[in-house]
Each structure stands twice: as C-alpha cells, then as structure tokens.
C-alpha cells in the first residue's frame, strides 16, 4: 500500500509538472506561433475570396451581355467556293499530337486528326512518336500507313533521345523543312479527340485578328462519370475552363496555355522563343513569353474537345505533382522578366504575377492545406487563439458554391469535393515547394496514364486494395493528427467542430490506403 500510494503521488506530481510545462510553452511559444499561423491564413482566405468574387462577377457580365468571341473579334468563314484559287486561301495547318507509350489511345487520337475537316493539300498532320515499347511503335506506325494510305498527309516523326520530354519534341517537330510552309499549328494530346469542324471554328479568329496569337478550345470529359474521383475531377476542370480561362480570356487577353485543344500562331511561336524544357509546364511557359510579346489569346468556350480524366490515384498524383510543381517553378524563373518587360501594361503584369501566378498558383494550394488541414485543428486544443466564424464557415462556403457553379449537376457531390480537394492540397502544397525551392523531383516528367476503351473490361470501380500497395505515409500522419484533434474537440469542444474533422480524417486515410479512383490489375 505505502508503495503504491508513494507512485500515485509521484505520478501526480509528474502530471502536475507536464501541465505547468505545457501551460508554459503554450503561452510563450504555441499561442503567438499560432496567432501568426491564422493571422497568415486568413489573409490569404480573403486573397482567394476576391479572385473568386471577382471572376464570378466577370463572367455573369459576360455570360448576360451576350459578350460572345464573334461580338468581340472579328470572324468569317473561309470560302471555298473559288475553284480557281483551288483553296489556296486556306492556311497550312500543322497538326502535332505528341505520345509517348499510347498503346491504348493512339487510335483514337490519329483517327480524329486525319478527320478533321480542311483541304487536304492545305494540312499537315505530324505524330511525334517518343514510344520507348517497340511494339507500340510498330502499332503507331501501321496506323500512320494506313492513313497516308487514304491520302492524308501524315508524317512520322522520332527522335533518337527523350531530351525534353513534350517540349523537346514539339520543338523538334517544328524544325522540319516541310512546317516552313505552315501559318498555324494545332496541338492535340494523345488522349485528344478534335471535331471534324475544330479547324472551321478556330482559325478563322487567327485569320482575321493579327494581334491573336492563340486560340484555347475547352476540354470535354469522356469518363467523366467512370468514378467517384473523375466525377470530382471534372468539377474542378469545368470551374477552370467555364470560369477561369474565360474571364482571363476576357479581362486580359491571357490565360495559361492548356498544353492541347489549341491552335498557335506559329509567327507567335517563334517570336516568343519557341518550346522550352526548363519546367514541366512547357505550354504555360510559352503562354507568359508570348503574352510578354504582347500576343492576345482568345479562349473559344463553345468549341469543345473530347479526352481523358486520369481515373486510377496513381496517374492523378503524378498528373497534379506536375501541374502543382510546374507553375511554382516557372514563378520563381520569370516573375523579375514580367516585371522589366516594357511591353505590356502594369495592369496586365500585375495580373499575371498576382493573380494568374501568385494567388491561383501557390496561395490556393497552401492556404487550403494548412489552414483548413493545419492550423484549425490545432485551434480547437488552444482555445486563446480565436478564429473568427467568417474565416472557417461563411468564406468557405461561399468560395466552393462560386466554384460549384461550372457543373451544377454535381453540386451534390460538393462535401465529397470539398473532402477530397483538402486531402489533394497536402499533396499539391509539397508539389508547390518543392517547384519554388527547386528541390529533387522539380523536373519529374511522368506521362499521364490513359486507359481508352481496350481495358475497360480490365477496371473495376470496386478497388481491391493489396497489403504490398504503397501506403502514402504523410497523409496517413496528418489524418491520424486530424482524428487526435477530433478527440480533443469532442470531449472539450462546444462547436461540433469534430464533425469536420472526423470527416476529413477519413478522407486522409481513404486516399492514403489508395482506396479511390478505378483499380487496374497487373496481370
């Protein structure tokens, strides 16, 4: 008995003294540190929430004054009814679709360009085959005989390296002899399906309006419906294009260059600098050169292109380290060349650094994860530290139903969205420093995973997981520091907070078992 009452009142003391240390540290330490933290946080909130309220302002004018391209720039079609000039007032196009590896979608792909409809001496339709499989290559080239075969002018174009991945080969596919005679240049992926009218939509703009230097199409997502994650995908994609690219398009004259479903000025090309490999976001940084030249860009909502949402987590995580990393990078290579340049507006510039880079780019994806993932948790164990309603529900909520208006058949789904785009910000926040510290994987280059149609017998929206799988560490930790912060609130809390919480945890661990998207076996 005199040994065990002897250790109740050594453990006490040793209770007694954890508590005087934490009270301690969390006066001079936590409570300032975190008070900076939220201060931080919320100024960044209000940046995004201007964007958002800005941009939603921007395209209801757009969308109720009838602001449409033609009203804007000036448009006609091309007449061919001349039989004398024999279409020679058609332009040459370029067609470039680059692929790497794209057994599963080559088809496709080369099928829509050679389908496209312009005069067949006036198109030039290039592959730029990087295929490392020998077999595909093969697939890849009987495919290109077989069109060639039917009269279309294709031609098949390798390297004997990867230097540059897509830039390094649209950059060299540009230098051949036969693109000299070429005005403009459409790019497709090879997951990409154009209309047959793409061309009838798009070059007239470039025709008639010198000062254009690109004009942007909007994606259409085929698999759009496959799962739960393409669903969700398809939100975000749909506020970017139906929103984002839209109001620059209008506003500015500028927006980001989606890499594909668009037609470049090839005169515009050039003068900017051509194709460069010094990020993974090649098509951006060709955008903010030309828009530096003072290029205009026009972005065509109504012109649509079919392709592919990555469905499996794998490819998602690569595609998004790329997009998230990219821009970070290519931030920190030329915001002091945006700044110096004499010949665009401060206006215009202040656009480009701010929101375009600054806002769009770095603060959403850091702010997103450590404010609403971070710093509110750990609120709810320091209750001096307090976070004001505006910040964690009104702002919130009005900044996702702004986004949710670009795919209202899904605004169903806007807790799973909002779940989900939280969870990814952890993944995106990393793939954000890492571009502006340039640390290791800066220039990793993984070609996005399509599955076409051959493997839809083979995937399964039910995800079998393997205990071998990869198991995604960080964000398993973080769900585990939500659940600890869930506890905390629960037993201490009067908000209900830990609803949210518990909830997002189980979105963290969901993810980090890769227990979403579609399942592909291996054999």
């Not at 936590?30 to 939220?38: F, G, M």
């Not at 470039?96 to 067949?120: F, K, R």
């Not at 690219?245 to 090839?266: K, L």
């Not at 969205?417 to 510290?437: D, P, Q, Y």
């Amino acid at each position: 008995m005199f040994f065990m009452e002897a250790f109740q009142v050594a453990s006490e003391g040793v209770v007694m003294q954890l508590e005087f240390v934490w009270k301690h540290m969390r006066e001079g330490l936590v409570v300032p540190i975190l008070t900076v933290a939220v201060f931080l946080c919320l100024c960044m909130l209000l940046m995004d929430f201007a964007e958002k309220v800005f941009m939603g302002v921007v395209i209801c004018f757009v969308k109720l004054c009838g602001r449409k391209p033609e009203k804007r720039y000036k448009w006609e079609t091309i007449k061919d009814d001349d039989v004398e000039l024999g279409n020679s007032n058609y332009p040459m196009v370029l067609v470039q679709i680059p692929m790497y590896n794209e057994g599963e979608v080559y088809q496709l792909s080369i099928g829509a360009a050679c389908g496209l409809s312009w005069p067949s001496h006036r198109i030039i339709i290039q592959i730029l085959d990087d295929s490392t499989d020998p077999t595909i290559k093969e697939l890849v080239q009987v495919e290109c005989r077989k069109w060639e075969s039917k009269g279309v002018n294709i031609k098949y174009e390798v390297r004997d390296n990867r230097d540059g991945y897509k830039a390094g080969a649209l950059k060299e596919g540009i230098k051949h002899s036969y693109v000299m005679q070429c005005d403009y240049v459409a790019i497709f992926d090879a997951d990409f399906q154009p209309e047959p009218d793409f061309l009838y939509q798009t070059i007239p703009f470039l025709v008639n309006n010198p000062e254009i230097g690109l004009v942007q199409a909007r994606w259409k997502f085929v698999n759009a419906g496959e799962c739960l994650m393409t669903r969700m995908q398809q939100m975000s994609l749909d506020y970017h294009f139906k929103v984002e690219q839209e109001v620059g398009s209008f506003t500015y004259a500028f927006f980001g260059f989606n890499g594909t479903a668009g037609v470049w000025r090839i005169s515009a090309l050039n003068e900017a600098g051509g194709w460069k490999d010094r990020t993974t976001v090649e098509d951006m940084d060709l955008a903010v050169r030309a828009s530096l030249k003072g290029w205009k860009f026009l972005f065509l909502s109504h012109v649509q292109v079919k392709s592919e949402l990555p469905s499996t987590l794998k490819a998602y995580r690569y595609q998004q380290h790329r997009w998230s990393c990219g821009p970070a990078n290519l931030f920190r290579k030329v915001v002091i060349e945006i700044f110096t340049n004499k010949k665009v507006s401060l206006w215009k510039k202040f656009h480009v650094v701010y929101s375009f880079f600054f806002v769009a780019k770095i603060v959403v994806h850091i702010n997103t994860f450590m404010f609403y993932c971070i710093v509110l948790p750990a609120t709810v164990m320091v209750p001096e530290v307090v976070v004001p309603k505006w910040s964690c529900v009104y702002i919130p909520c009005m900044v996702t139903l702004l986004k949710a208006v670009g795919t209202p058949r899904s605004f169903y789904l806007l807790v799973f969205w909002v779940l989900f785009e939280n969870t990814m910000s952890l993944h995106r926040t990393k793939a954000t420093i890492i571009g502006l510290l340039e640390a290791t994987r800066v220039n990793e280059w993984v070609v996005t995973e399509k599955l076409g149609d051959a493997l839809k017998d083979k995937v399964g929206n039910k995800h079998r997981f393997n205990i071998g799988d990869r198991i995604h560490m960080t964000e398993l930790f973080v769900g585990f520091y939500l659940v600890f912060c869930g506890c905390y609130d629960f037993m201490y809390g009067k908000n209900y907070f830990f609803i949210f919480l518990f909830m997002q945890a189980v979105a963290f661990f969901i993810l980090a078992f890769g227990y979403v998207g579609t399942f592909v076996p291996h054999s």
